[in-house]
């Protein structure tokens, strides 16, 4: 028998996320880093919890292994996620992810992927330049150049965002 899913608002996972967010944040702050980047993802027997930490000058072995041990007490304190897990903390790398309103600002003029939860102008998968981050009525919107077009991308529609390198 088929199963459907019906996409909700904010689904357990992100909800979970939120609270890994909110429980980390400030410990991360404590200790000279920023949190830029929070997932959970549910596994078969367990979930996997990563975070990712960035600073000026950039993140070392030691600031992930700090943190973990950190992190580790405090999630298993609040048994969060509910179950066995595996906690991954790292900088974020080249590939750095885009996740909040201040990480849109900071990399304007740099070369972007962005994934949505719906076409816009008929595409799902954007790669381009990311030339502003603004609101404008009330909603959040990514300009974003591609060729010879500029995509008006509204922040709700955001799966994914990651800065582009090239190698």
Same mark, same amino acid.
Request: glycine share 10%; no cysteine; charged share 30%.
């Given at each position: 028998m088929p199963t459907f899913f019906v996409s909700e608002p904010m689904t357990p996972v992100d909800t979970l996320r939120d609270k890994i967010w909110? =429980? !980390?944040e400030p410990v991360v702050a404590a200790n000279g880093m920023e949190l830029i980047y929070a997932e959970c993802l549910r596994m078969p027997s367990r979930w996997i919890v990563r975070i990712f930490l960035d600073r000026e000058g950039g993140i070392t072995l030691d600031d992930c292994s700090g943190i973990s041990h950190q992190a580790g007490d405090i999630l298993d304190v609040h048994d969060? +996620? $509910? @179950? $066995? &897990?595996? !906690?991954?903390?790292s900088s974020p790398g !080249? /590939?750095? +992810? !885009? &996740?909040?309103?201040?990480?849109f600002l900071k &990399?304007? @003029?740099?070369? #972007?992927? =962005?994934k949505t939860d719906r076409k816009i102008e008929g595409v799902k998968h954007f790669k381009g330049k990311l030339l502003d981050y603004r609101?404008? @009525?009330g909603e959040k919107l990514l300009l974003l150049g591609a060729? /010879?077009? #500029? &995509?008006?991308i509204p922040r709700e529609a955001f799966v994914k965002a990651n800065l582009e390198y090239d190698i």
């Open positions: 909110a =429980l !980390l969060t +996620p $509910p @179950g $066995p &897990y595996t !906690l991954e903390v !080249l /590939d750095r +992810p !885009l &996740y909040r309103d201040q990480d &990399y304007r @003029g740099s070369m #972007i992927r =962005l609101e404008e @009525g060729g /010879d077009k #500029i &995509y008006r």
